[in-house]
């Protein structure tokens, strides 16, 4: 046999030797490690669900009791007492005059310059203890003036029987809506406020019950208080008002920007109770 023949016949063998021992090697790790076993990651144990929340009290049903739609002529004198008197914060005066209703709107009118200041406002006797006032309502712009649309108790017993202000915007260019609890017989304060343009329509509701006080802007539920404390619990009755400044850290004074007239109209208004 040749030098060069013996020399292939040697690195053939070698080559299929290393063949043999790599294939040997691949079988020994795939037994020994399998694969799928190294890429699985450690399960965690699933944690238990939590119990559901206890159930929240049944929805309320409500029965409608009063209210008024304004389609008629003119206001309803049997329903609503139309206001003559000084004017809000013992600011102008408070007329008959100020309050029309026609093409289905109440509309209550101030006029900063005439006789220091005239607007009006109406209230609804006899009144309820506890149901759902529910209203739609906007408001003219003007500096010195707030409409207020508002709970007073039948007592006229203020602040010791209480007062619910489903709507007050004493903003002049009416940015937003303010809702106030008072109670007590130191007229404590509870309040809250929402954004929003109240030149345009919006409807505003308030459910006045034993344990809670809840309202509402749109239909939407934006404020909620539960302290018994300031839940009243005497008879109350809706008013409608505009109400002139100056009030201190409230409303100011009418000025040289209020427009000659600035009105609160309101499309309607109705009252519920609880339906047994």
Not at 143 to 156: F, K, T
């Amino acid at each position: 046999m040749t030098r060069g023949r013996r020399r292939r016949l040697v690195a053939r063998s070698a080559g299929a030797t290393a063949l043999v021992l790599s294939a040997l090697a691949g079988l020994a790790w795939t037994v020994a490690v399998p694969p799928d076993q190294a890429e699985t990651p450690f399960a965690a144990p699933v944690a238990a669900r939590p119990a559901p929340a206890p159930p929240g009290p049944p929805p309320v049903k409500w029965k409608r009791t009063g209210g008024d739609e304004f389609d008629a002529g003119r206001v309803d004198g049997r329903r609503w007492s139309t206001y003559n008197s000084i004017g809000a914060f013992g600011n102008g005066l408070r007329r008959p005059s100020a309050v029309a209703q026609r093409d289905g709107l109440l509309t209550i009118t101030a006029k900063p310059r005439l006789n220091g200041g005239t607007s009006g406002g109406i209230s609804m006797r006899p009144g309820q203890r506890y149901g759902r006032w529910e209203f739609r309502a906007r408001t003219d712009v003007g500096r010195g003036y707030s409409p207020a649309i508002l709970l007073w108790p039948d007592s006229e017993r203020f602040p010791d029987d209480g007062e619910l202000d489903m709507m007050e915007i004493p903003y002049d260019d009416r940015r937003a809506a303010t809702a106030f609890v008072h109670w007590g017989k130191a007229n404590n304060i509870l309040s809250t406020e929402t954004v929003g343009d109240f030149t345009q329509w919006h409807t505003f509701a308030m459910e006045w019950l034993p344990n809670r006080i809840t309202w509402y802007v749109d239909g939407v539920k934006k404020w909620e208080i539960t302290d018994r404390r300031a839940i009243p619990t005497k008879p109350m009755h809706l008013c409608i008002q505009l109400d002139q400044g100056p009030a201190q850290k409230w409303i100011p004074g009418p000025d040289a920007t209020t427009p000659d007239q600035v009105r609160l109209q309101v499309d309607w208004a109705r009252v519920y109770r609880v339906d047994r």
